[in-house]
T-cell receptor, first 113, second 110 residues
């Protein structure tokens, strides 16, 4: 089945720990994105990548890091520098270019204890 | 600054009671307006893309329309399974990112 997978579905982190969220797609999409969703707010862009080995910061990149070593994978690391990391994290992918749709994975809910 | 405002925030309908959701936007150079459906605890599901004023798209009980300032998502004879949060997003000339509204939470009761 073609699609976007995110793991884990739920993640608990202690303060001061770094955690990495996985995002994999087998849709042969060049572009991948990470968004954060908080209650009562719209989705906000953290990072995006239009091609392997290249990525750009979104609106709220502070405290996050990414890598894009493979076309299929775009992992997100939430570092201890992120002040309020508890949120629902969504990965998306799409064809490269500025007119194309983005398709979302099922999400990872991160809770800081 | 690009802005997307959705209204109402919440809407409750009886099964079969048609209505519309609104998405107002201000962007410099629209490169697409996107509608998504999101169920609780899940990722958004893509519904429609609209690119130019006057464009319309339909899927089952849903119809999306676009003007120069807003988009409507019309729901005809809704069923309880249409209950979800509907998200609107725009992409502007400024880049690749989608700018999302806060969504409309729709509840359809039997």
């Amino acid at each position: 089945d073609g699609g976007i997978t995110q793991s884990p579905k739920y993640l608990f982190r202690k303060e001061g720990q770094n955690v990495t969220l996985s995002c994999e797609q087998n849709l042969n999409h060049d572009a991948m994105y990470w968004y954060r969703q908080d209650p009562g707010q719209g989705l906000r862009l953290i990072y995006y990548s239009q091609i392997v080995n290249d990525f750009q910061k979104g609106d709220i990149a502070e405290g996050y890091s990414v890598s894009r070593e493979k076309k299929e994978s775009f992992p997100l690391t939430v570092t201890s520098a992120q002040k309020n990391p508890t949120a629902f994290y969504l990965c998306a992918s799409g064809l490269a270019g500025v007119y194309n749709e983005q398709f979302f994975g099922p999400g990872t809910r991160l809770t800081v204890l | 600054e690009d802005q997307v405002t959705q209204s109402p925030e919440a809407l409750r309908l009886q099964e079969g009671e048609s209505s519309s959701l609104n998405c107002s936007y201000t962007v410099s150079g629209l490169r697409g307006l996107f509608w998504y459906r999101q169920d609780p605890g899940k990722g958004p599901e893509f519904l429609f893309t609209l690119y130019s004023a006057g464009e319309e798209k339909e899927k089952e009980r849903l119809k999306a329309t676009l003007t120069k300032k807003e988009s409507f998502l019309h729901i005809t004879a809704p069923k309880p399974e249409d209950s979800a949060t509907y998200l609107c997003a725009v992409r502007a000339n400024s880049g690749y990112a989608l700018n999302f509204g806060k969504g409309t939470s729709l509840l359809v009761t039997p």
